[in-house]
């Protein structure tokens, strides 16, 4: 008797719990959502890990890390990284390349006027951007990036100044620079050096010095995009034999603005995700125009690969109508939820903040409400 009883217990128990099972509430929808950021100087690990510990704990997956070309710091700080749990991405400058004894000044690209972004770069001191049509230039990405995807702790490679100069501004930083950009000006205008008008005009049969307007030369417009796009997707297959991911901060677009502004057809990149930066600002849009933009992206890779909205934050909320620098304008913390809002339902895979440190705790506060959406039923 004692037998059948406990069978009988036993049994009512297990009934018991599997009606708890279904009535166990399921996994809450989170956003996934990345963030660029830098190496705090002078950070200790345990620093280093609490920070960390932080941003995950705030709704982090993964970190687009900037530390030059040091494998020591990304493979020091990529292990506190996986330790709590995100993913670790490095974040590598590839075509502009600062004062480097491995880099001649000659392997630099020059603009319509001669001049060399070595010596005399546009707009800012450090855009010495390098001519992509050499293969030296190659050659040295291909050992920088090489190196550092040979890291245990290192998930993908994070491409970026992957472009041309902009040969036009995005129009919210003309008053900055005391520009109106209706054009492309020769003096942005770039790679006019020896091999890139050599090669072009082995091509085309095109001297595209002897052309009064370049900008109306669609050849020569698509010679230099593929010139970009040839060496991503060599970089892809060295970083693929790895058996790491690559990735890329890019313009919006691409056909409306990366294009036009600094030569980037990025939907013809073999990359494993893209991470285009939807500024609103530095183009005089709203939350609107990143979902608009967000569509467009989504649409150009034709929903094949992930597509992750970079947004920029506002460091200075309360300052930013008295801010003259659109550098240091950006999303506002009741703007952030319409921003990640517009981009998920307009197709994005997740979101990339640009960055944490600008974040204010009212940033924060609006962010953990809006990843926490489920866009899914939205779109």
């Known amino acids: 008797m004692k037998k059948v009883f406990t069978i009988i217990l036993t049994t009512l128990l297990l009934i018991a719990c599997k009606k708890e099972e279904k009535k166990s509430p399921e996994v809450?929808?989170?956003?996934?959502?990345?963030?660029?950021?830098?190496?705090?100087?002078?950070?200790?690990?345990?620093?280093?890990?609490?920070?960390?510990?932080?941003?995950?704990?705030?709704?982090?997956?993964?970190?687009?890390?900037?530390?030059?070309?040091?494998?020591?710091?990304?493979?020091?700080?990529?292990?506190?990284?996986?330790?709590?749990?995100?993913?670790?991405?490095?974040?590598?400058?590839?075509?502009?390349?600062?004062?480097?004894?491995?880099?001649?000044?000659?392997?630099?690209?020059?603009?319509?006027?001669?001049?060399?972004?070595?010596?005399?770069?546009?707009?800012?001191?450090?855009?010495?951007?390098?001519?992509?049509?050499?293969p030296e230039v190659y050659n040295f990405l291909e050992n920088l990036y090489g190196s550092i995807a040979d890291i245990k702790e290192v998930d993908g490679i994070h491409l970026d100044y992957i472009r041309f100069p902009d040969v036009i501004l995005a129009e919210g930083l003309w008053e900055k620079y005391d520009l109106v950009m209706d054009k492309e000006y020769p003096q942005f205008d770039y790679c006019y050096c020896d091999k890139c008008v050599n090669d072009f005009k082995s091509q085309s049969g095109i001297d595209i010095k002897n052309v009064k307007d370049p900008s109306l030369v669609l050849e020569w417009k698509q010679f230099r995009y593929d010139l970009i796009t040839k060496i991503v997707n060599k970089l892809a297959d060295v970083v693929h034999s790895k058996d790491k991911v690559i990735n890329a901060a890019v313009f919006p677009g691409p056909n409306s603005i990366a294009k036009k502004l600094v030569r980037q057809e990025w939907d013809k990149w073999n990359l494993d995700a893209v991470y285009p930066m939807n500024y609103n600002d530095f183009y005089l849009g709203d939350t609107k125009w990143i979902g608009e933009l967000t569509k467009e992206e989504v649409t150009a890779v034709a929903h094949k690969k992930p597509i992750y909205s970079g947004l920029f934050i506002c460091p200075k909320p309360n300052n930013k109508s008295n801010e003259d620098d659109p550098e240091n304008h950006g999303l506002l913390p009741n703007e952030l939820e319409a921003a990640i809002s517009e981009s998920m339902i307009n197709g994005a895979t997740g979101i990339c903040l640009f960055t944490p440190n600008r974040m204010t705790d009212a940033h924060w506060d609006a962010l953990q409400k809006a990843i926490y959406t489920d866009y899914t039923q939205k779109k």
């Not at 280093?48 to 932080?54: A, G, I």
């Not at 990304?74 to 600062?98: C, D, L, S």
């Not at 004062?99 to 060399?116: C, D, I, M």
Request: with cysteine; aromatic share 14%; glycine share 6%.
């Open 28 to 134: 809450t929808y989170k956003t996934p959502l990345y963030a660029w950021a830098q190496l705090p100087k002078g950070a200790t690990d345990q620093e280093l890990k609490t920070e960390f510990q932080e941003l995950k704990n705030k709704g982090v997956d993964g970190l687009m890390y900037s530390a030059g070309h040091d494998p020591a710091i990304y493979k020091r700080v990529g292990k506190i990284v996986k330790e709590v749990g995100m993913e670790f991405h490095t974040w590598i400058p590839t075509m502009v390349q600062n004062n480097n004894p491995k880099l001649k000044p000659e392997w630099y690209a020059v603009n319509r006027n001669g001049e060399s972004a070595f010596d005399k770069p546009a707009y800012v001191s450090h855009y010495q951007f390098l001519c992509p049509s050499r």
